[in-house]
């Protein structure tokens, strides 16, 4: 096992989940309608969780305690995707980044849940469970809003637009990309998104709107590699405020 | 006598039962004396349903505009520990609001009418969350003694006579149960951690310790309508009983972790009360009418939650929906 190669691929994972478990979080007490509220909420409280279960198999791989490794990285040290960093905006981007987020993140624990790295594929089929209602939640919701009324459609296809480049920058290719595919760790980021584009056109088909014509995609890159907006710094600084103020505590 | 249809204004005991049906009346308070519970459909009396929406709505907006300034702190929660258990909590609270504009649906007001209220200032929400929770350590002792004192209330509520709001309060209370081992977990750690986390949890609890005082309202005036609603099982106990029942049950367990408490007076005497000093009830009025230190700042929040979310509910509000009340 090229255990440099698990390590990159559960950085990028846990990363991402811990980042948009913080966005999910922010809408705590400002959801559109009260069961949205706690919709959200749920999935930020799963979402916090699997990345928490990711970092402890990187401390099992000879990395820092999770606590550590969550609460006391800068931002240039997250290998998190762009797409998740960007402020929640109004409930059109969050849902749709929802939406484009969890499909791939689905099929990427699906894969994994045969994966030969036996520590993932264990942790993968525990998670793609839970992952199967945050699809199920957000399917509904832009099937329903993408076709509501004239309003909701215009806000979710622009929410699509704008979220769609940034979506792309989520299969950037890892530096271990052929070991991962040879040892049969993982499927690939190139397999990932063939299968994520098929998933999500259908429920878009449904929900009346319109990937962005191809000719227009140009992956947002460069969160796998530490490289992220201005708005991942803030975020960053304010997750670990109370960690960093006695670092000697427990808290 | 009969006939006569004058009603003294200042009687408020009088004017809360005019124009009832005498019979109906006392069938409602025989059932609520022999225990049972009222449920939506039963027959009651104006006042009774009044008072009830009154109740059950101010505490549903409690617990939204609670999840504010607890809230804030999810995002900077130190640790995957207290971060889960603070977003778990904070939900739990937003289900409460949920659970309880539901109880008060089966009363003839709507969500939406309540929520209405609540931004344009018509209809109230519990003191305390007026203020800010300034550190990590505002959040924890909100969650320990806020919620404790809101236990005490609703345990008491929870043995009312509006089957709705009592089962929606059985529920909640299991749940609030859980804040304040969370937040007693929490101050235990502040307050036997760091000298800086010492120090932190001991400032929070000064600042919050008025607020605290303030959480049960003023005594209560002795008047045939509170007369009225103890018969009614709609108030269950008085202010100052669940203020007592507070102190009693809290400020040992402060003292035991070193901690003080900002009211020289503070003490249990001979007869097993706890003195103390008065709350400033002016500082109350003040802050309940809107010249507390957050209340513009939690309104402008929640208006601008209610606007931002405005074409969600109206994508929402099709052809083929119809409003629906809850059933209890």
Same mark, same amino acid.
């Given at each position: 096992?090229?255990?440099?190669? $698990?390590?990159?691929? %559960? =950085?990028?994972? &846990? #990363?991402? *989940?811990?980042?948009?478990?913080?966005? @999910? /979080?922010?809408?705590?007490?400002?959801?559109?309608?009260?069961?949205?509220?706690?919709?959200?909420?749920?999935?930020?409280?799963?979402?916090?969780?699997?990345?928490?279960?990711?970092?402890?198999?990187?401390?099992?791989?000879?990395?820092?305690?999770?606590?550590?490794?969550?609460?006391?990285?800068?931002?240039?040290?997250?290998?998190?995707?762009?797409?998740?960093?960007?402020?929640?905006?109004?409930?059109?981007?969050?849902? $749709?980044?929802?939406? %484009? =987020?969890?499909? &791939? #993140?689905? *099929?990427?624990?699906?894969?994994?849940? @045969? /994966?030969?790295?036996?520590?993932?594929?264990?942790?993968?089929?525990?998670?793609?469970?839970?992952?199967?209602?945050?699809?199920?939640?957000?399917?509904?919701?832009?099937?329903?809003?993408?076709?509501?009324?004239?309003?909701?459609?215009?806000?979710?296809?622009?929410?699509?637009?704008?979220?769609?480049?940034?979506?792309?920058?989520?299969?950037?290719?890892?530096?271990?990309?052929?070991?991962?595919?040879?040892?049969?760790?993982?499927?690939?980021?190139?397999?990932?998104?063939?299968?994520? *584009?098929?998933?999500?056109?259908?429920?878009?088909?449904?929900?009346?709107?319109?990937?962005?014509?191809?000719?227009?995609?140009?992956?947002?890159?460069?969160?796998?590699?530490?490289?992220?907006?201005?708005?991942?710094?803030?975020?960053?600084?304010?997750?670990?405020?109370?960690?960093?103020?006695?670092?000697?505590?427990?808290? | 006598?009969?006939?006569?249809?004058?009603?003294?204004?200042?009687?408020?005991?009088?004017?809360?039962?005019?124009?009832?049906?005498?019979?109906?009346?006392?069938?409602?308070?025989?059932?609520?004396?022999?225990?049972?519970?009222?449920?939506?459909?039963?027959?009651?009396?104006?006042?009774?349903?009044?008072?009830?929406?009154?109740?059950?709505?101010?505490?549903?907006?409690?617990?939204?505009?609670?999840?504010?300034?607890?809230?804030?702190?999810?995002?900077?929660?130190?640790?995957?520990?207290?971060?889960?258990?603070?977003?778990?909590?904070?939900?739990?609270?937003?289900?409460?609001?949920?659970?309880?504009?539901?109880?008060?649906?089966?009363?003839?007001?709507?969500?939406?009418?309540?929520?209405?209220?609540?931004?344009?200032?018509?209809?109230?929400?519990?003191?305390?969350?007026?203020?800010?929770?300034?550190?990590?350590?505002?959040?924890?002792?909100?969650?320990?003694?806020?919620?404790?004192?809101?236990?005490?209330?609703?345990?008491?509520?929870?043995?009312?006579?509006?089957?709705?709001?009592?089962?929606?309060?059985?529920?909640?209370?299991?749940?609030?149960?859980?804040?304040?081992?969370?937040?007693?977990?929490?101050?235990?750690?502040?307050?036997?951690?760091?000298?800086?986390?010492?120090?932190?949890?001991?400032?929070?609890?000064?600042?919050?310790?008025?607020?605290?005082?303030?959480?049960?309202?003023?005594?209560?005036?002795?008047?045939?309508?509170?007369?009225?609603?103890?018969?009614?099982?709609?108030?269950?106990?008085?202010?100052?009983?669940?203020?007592?029942?507070?102190?009693?049950?809290?400020?040992?367990?402060?003292?035991?972790?070193?901690?003080?408490?900002?009211?020289?007076?503070?003490?249990?005497?001979?007869?097993?009360?706890?003195?103390?000093?008065?709350?400033?009830?002016?500082?109350?009025?003040?802050?309940?009418?809107?010249?507390?230190?957050?209340?513009?700042?939690?309104?402008?929040?929640?208006?601008?939650?209610?606007?931002?979310?405005?074409?969600?509910?109206?994508?929402?509000?099709?052809?083929?929906?119809?409003?629906?009340?809850?059933?209890?």
């Amino acid at each position: 096992m090229n255990t440099e190669a $698990i390590k990159e691929l %559960l =950085y990028k994972m &846990a #990363d991402d *989940l811990l980042i948009i478990g913080h966005r @999910n /979080s922010e809408w705590t007490g400002l959801g559109p309608i009260l069961e949205e509220d706690i919709s959200f909420s749920s999935m930020a409280q799963d979402k916090i969780g699997q990345s928490q279960a990711l970092y402890v198999l990187l401390h099992e791989l000879g990395e820092q305690e999770p606590d550590t490794v969550a609460f006391t990285r800068n931002a240039n040290q997250f290998h998190n995707a762009q797409l998740l960093e960007l402020p929640n905006g109004e409930y059109d981007f969050s849902l $749709i980044r929802h939406f %484009l =987020y969890d499909h &791939a #993140d689905q *099929l990427r624990f699906e894969a994994l849940a @045969n /994966s030969s790295y036996e520590p993932l594929a264990k942790v993968a089929r525990k998670v793609k469970g839970e992952l199967k209602y945050h699809v199920f939640h957000a399917n509904t919701w832009v099937t329903k809003l993408g076709s509501a009324n004239a309003e909701s459609h215009a806000r979710m296809q622009a929410a699509l637009n704008h979220a769609w480049n940034y979506a792309l920058g989520m299969f950037e290719h890892s530096t271990h990309e052929d070991i991962l595919i040879a040892e049969n760790i993982f499927i690939g980021e190139d397999s990932l998104q063939d299968k994520w *584009l098929s998933n999500i056109s259908a429920v878009l088909l449904k929900a009346g709107l319109s990937i962005p014509s191809s000719d227009t995609w140009n992956p947002v890159l460069g969160g796998r590699k530490g490289l992220h907006t201005e708005h991942l710094g803030p975020l960053v600084e304010e997750m670990s405020e109370v960690f960093r103020y006695d670092p000697t505590a427990e808290w | 006598m009969y006939g006569n249809a004058y009603i003294d204004p200042n009687d408020k005991a009088a004017m809360m039962l005019a124009g009832e049906d005498p019979q109906k009346l006392a069938e409602f308070e025989a059932r609520i004396a022999r225990g049972e519970k009222i449920e939506p459909k039963d027959w009651m009396p104006k006042e009774y349903r009044k008072q009830l929406i009154r109740m059950i709505e101010q505490h549903g907006h409690s617990e939204i505009i609670g999840a504010l300034p607890e809230g804030t702190w999810i995002t900077r929660a130190p640790g995957f520990r207290r971060k889960l258990a603070l977003m778990a909590k904070v939900q739990d609270e937003v289900g409460h609001a949920q659970l309880l504009y539901s109880a008060a649906e089966t009363l003839g007001k709507s969500r939406e009418a309540m929520i209405n209220d609540l931004i344009t200032g018509k209809s109230k929400y519990s003191n305390v969350f007026n203020y800010p929770a300034y550190t990590w350590a505002d959040a924890c002792i909100i969650a320990w003694l806020i919620d404790a004192g809101a236990i005490i209330n609703q345990v008491a509520n929870a043995k009312g006579s509006y089957g709705p709001y009592c089962r929606a309060l059985d529920r909640i209370c299991t749940e609030e149960s859980f804040h304040l081992k969370y937040g007693h977990d929490n101050v235990v750690t502040l307050a036997t951690g760091t000298p800086k986390q010492r120090e932190l949890v001991q400032a929070a609890l000064t600042r919050w310790w008025p607020p605290i005082m303030h959480f049960f309202g003023p005594s209560d005036k002795i008047s045939n309508h509170t007369e009225v609603l103890m018969r009614w099982k709609v108030k269950m106990a008085t202010n100052d009983d669940m203020r007592q029942q507070f102190l009693n049950m809290y400020v040992p367990k402060i003292w035991d972790l070193g901690l003080t408490l900002p009211d020289p007076n503070l003490k249990k005497n001979d007869a097993g009360k706890w003195d103390y000093t008065e709350p400033d009830w002016e500082e109350f009025k003040r802050v309940i009418n809107g010249g507390g230190p957050c209340n513009a700042e939690r309104l402008a929040v929640r208006r601008n939650a209610e606007e931002r979310g405005r074409w969600v509910r109206e994508a929402l509000n099709t052809a083929e929906s119809k409003y629906i009340a809850p059933l209890a």
